[in-house]
């Protein structure tokens, strides 16, 4: 991206080597902590992982996994040709600076298609990805049947982690409060049976994502559970008092363990890490996550 930003052109065979090492670790990768300084090259990674999640959970070959990574990793390319004051103004576009940035579609389908050897379906994502079923998107407006496969699922991608990024306009908001969103415009302007495969392919709890407490306590999900998903593996980093646990050990709330005060431990919501002060990467450089995640597809 820094190369594009300066006037050179893409590696495309470094990134489908990057694409190709996400496909057996996506998980890993997926809710690793925003780097608010580089937000556009971070959400492109972040949206190349949760497409290849979606896909793996659709059944699709590996392949077809490189190239729906490949379209998300490069889908917002064309923002690094719009201009930072508008790429993270921190108030309300106005219109021509909000036509300034819609651009960035038609802007990363020329950039790709100058590449060489570049994955024609991520030219055309590149396009698309903010088309609409109910024809609304933009930028041309094309009737829902010739949105292509690849496109609907980075849109979703591209949606949910749009929703729940922090930006310098808006916090990011929870898992639960993004999958209600993405519900709730499914039809309209999302995919409803990739909707809800994507809600599916992340669950209820997904690894990595910090939860409270019935009791008061802050726990870390490190695996789902596929039969009762309310209640995953966790780790419990606080306490009911909110001081650190000093022995970290891995709770399986399916097996209706009780606290300190006799109750069964049960999840009351998810909550942001920084709140609480939780460094959420010590678990994904441990593998602790990743291997849960392993363990939850068997």
């Not at 024809?135 to 609907?152: C, D, E, L, T, W």
């Not at 999302?190 to 392919?201: G, H, M, N, Q």
């Given at each position: 991206?820094?190369?594009?930003?300066?006037g050179e052109g893409i590696d495309t065979?470094?990134?489908?080597?990057?694409?190709?090492?996400?496909?057996?670790?996506?998980?890993?990768?997926?809710?690793?902590?925003?780097?608010?300084?580089?937000?556009?090259?971070?959400?492109?990674?972040?949206?190349?992982?949760?497409?290849?999640?979606?896909?793996?959970?659709?059944?699709?070959?590996?392949?077809?996994?490189?190239?729906?990574?490949?379209?998300?990793?490069?889908?917002?390319?064309?923002?690094?040709?719009?201009?930072?004051?508008?790429?993270?103004?921190?108030?309300?576009?106005?219109?021509?600076?909000?036509?300034?940035?819609?651009?960035?579609?038609?802007?990363?389908?020329?950039?790709?298609?100058?590449?060489?050897?570049?994955?024609?379906?991520?030219?055309?994502?590149?396009?698309?990805?903010?088309?609409?079923?109910?024809?609304?998107?933009?930028?041309?407006?094309?009737?829902?049947?010739?949105?292509?496969?690849?496109?609907?699922?980075?849109?979703?991608?591209?949606?949910?982690?749009?929703?729940?990024?922090?930006?310098?306009?808006?916090?990011?908001?929870?898992?639960?409060?993004?999958?209600?969103?993405?519900?709730?415009?499914?039809?309209?302007?999302?995919?409803?049976?990739?909707?809800?495969?994507?809600?599916?392919?992340?669950?209820?709890?997904?690894?990595?994502?910090?939860?409270?407490?019935t009791n008061g306590s802050i726990a870390?999900?490190?695996?789902?559970?596929?039969?009762?998903?309310?209640?995953?593996?966790?780790?419990?980093?606080?306490?009911?008092?909110?001081?650190?646990?000093?022995?970290?050990?891995?709770?399986?709330?399916?097996?209706?363990?009780?606290?300190?005060?006799?109750?069964?431990?049960?999840?009351?919501?998810?909550?942001?890490?920084?709140?609480?002060?939780?460094?959420?990467?010590?678990?994904?450089?441990?593998?602790?996550?990743?291997?849960?995640?392993?363990?939850?597809?068997?």
């Amino acid at each position: 991206m820094e190369k594009i930003a300066t006037g050179e052109g893409i590696d495309t065979k470094l990134a489908k080597q990057a694409v190709a090492a996400c496909v057996n670790s996506a998980m890993l990768w997926m809710t690793q902590l925003k780097n608010k300084d580089e937000y556009t090259a971070q959400h492109s990674l972040n949206v190349c992982v949760l497409s290849i999640v979606l896909g793996r959970h659709l059944n699709l070959s590996e392949m077809a996994l490189n190239n729906a990574g490949l379209c998300g990793m490069m889908h917002d390319m064309g923002k690094m040709l719009v201009p930072l004051e508008i790429l993270n103004k921190p108030g309300k576009l106005e219109p021509d600076e909000m036509q300034i940035m819609q651009s960035h579609t038609t802007l990363g389908y020329e950039l790709l298609k100058s590449s060489q050897d570049m994955y024609p379906g991520a030219i055309e994502v590149a396009w698309t990805h903010h088309e609409r079923l109910d024809g609304k998107g933009y930028p041309p407006q094309i009737p829902p049947g010739n949105i292509s496969h690849f496109a609907k699922i980075v849109t979703i991608a591209d949606m949910y982690d749009a929703i729940t990024s922090d930006r310098v306009y808006q916090k990011g908001r929870t898992h639960l409060e993004a999958t209600n969103i993405l519900s709730n415009v499914s039809g309209s302007q999302l995919d409803p049976l990739l909707v809800i495969k994507f809600i599916e392919s992340l669950g209820v709890y997904p690894p990595g994502c910090v939860v409270a407490l019935t009791n008061g306590s802050i726990a870390i999900v490190v695996e789902v559970n596929e039969k009762i998903k309310l209640r995953p593996k966790i780790i419990i980093l606080l306490d009911e008092d909110k001081n650190p646990v000093p022995e970290e050990k891995v709770i399986d709330l399916s097996r209706m363990m009780i606290d300190r005060a006799g109750d069964f431990y049960t999840i009351k919501g998810i909550v942001k890490a920084e709140d609480w002060n939780i460094d959420s990467s010590k678990y994904y450089q441990e593998g602790v996550l990743q291997k849960g995640f392993a363990r939850s597809q068997r």
